[in-house]
């Protein structure tokens, strides 16, 4: 089975644009969360996606936003880049199950703000 | 709130050494807690999860106990490998499902 695949794995992006980050997830697991991580603030959690709905949110400025097709692939995008943007995105899906199911994670998407 | 605190890195240690990673959480809710382990330049990969107390997590020589009455679930190993060199997360599920994620300790095995 194929794992979690997450495009593009680099980016470098100018102060001002916006970005588009994709993620398609474990074939049968219809519930999407992407995750920052950055050496100052770790991994922190942006929202979630299940059957197309935002399930649950992070604390994260209206800049970032997300969605979910009826596929169960996602989309992030972030307006307006600054250069605290800088990161690695991680995109997760969990199995069929509880909320508390465990997440497996893509190999992330490494946008540089310049 | 929700947290999860772990020892401070970088750790080094020589190979077929014990590990141990100490990890304590804070919750309100009844958690899963997990360990992910992350290789350079690589996303997360989950190394071994507990759903309830006293559950063993295990994987790959790893253990890590499920402990409520001290609210810990320390990463042990009983003889690590240079390749077992990473960073490694202990985290926990939220009442909503997110995780909650410690901050990370790098682990360097020396030959």
């Known amino acids: 089975k194929a794992g979690v695949t997450q495009t593009p794995r680099y980016l470098i992006k100018t102060r001002g644009q916006q970005v588009t980050l994709s993620c398609s997830p474990i074939?049968?697991?219809?519930?999407v969360s992407w995750y920052q991580q950055t050496p100052g603030q770790g991994l922190q959690f942006l929202f979630e996606y299940f059957s197309e709905t935002q399930r649950n949110k992070g604390n994260f400025p209206g800049r970032f936003s997300g969605r979910q097709f009826s596929n169960s692939r996602s989309e992030m995008n972030v307006s307006t880049l600054e250069l605290g943007d800088s990161a690695l995105y991680l995109c997760?899906?969990?199995?069929?199950?509880?909320?508390?199911?465990?997440?497996?994670f893509g190999q992330g998407t490494r946008l540089t703000v310049v | 709130g929700d947290s999860v605190t772990q020892m401070e890195g970088p750790v080094t240690l020589s190979e077929e050494a014990f590990l141990t990673i100490n990890c304590t959480y804070t919750a309100t809710g009844y958690p899963s807690l997990f360990w992910y382990v992350q290789y350079p330049g690589e996303g997360l990969q989950l190394l071994l999860k507990a759903t309830k107390a006293d559950d063993k997590g295990s994987n790959k020589g790893f253990e890590a106990t499920y402990r409520k009455e001290t609210t810990s679930f320390h990463l042990e190993k009983g003889s690590v490998q240079v390749s077992d060199s990473a960073v490694y997360f202990c985290?926990?599920?939220?009442?909503?499902?997110?995780?909650?994620f410690g901050q990370g300790t790098e682990l360097s095995v020396k030959p």
């Open positions: 074939s049968g697991h219809r519930s």
């Open positions: 997760a899906s969990k199995p069929p199950g509880t909320v508390n199911t465990e997440a497996f």
């Open positions: 985290a926990q599920t939220d009442q909503g499902g997110k995780l909650i």
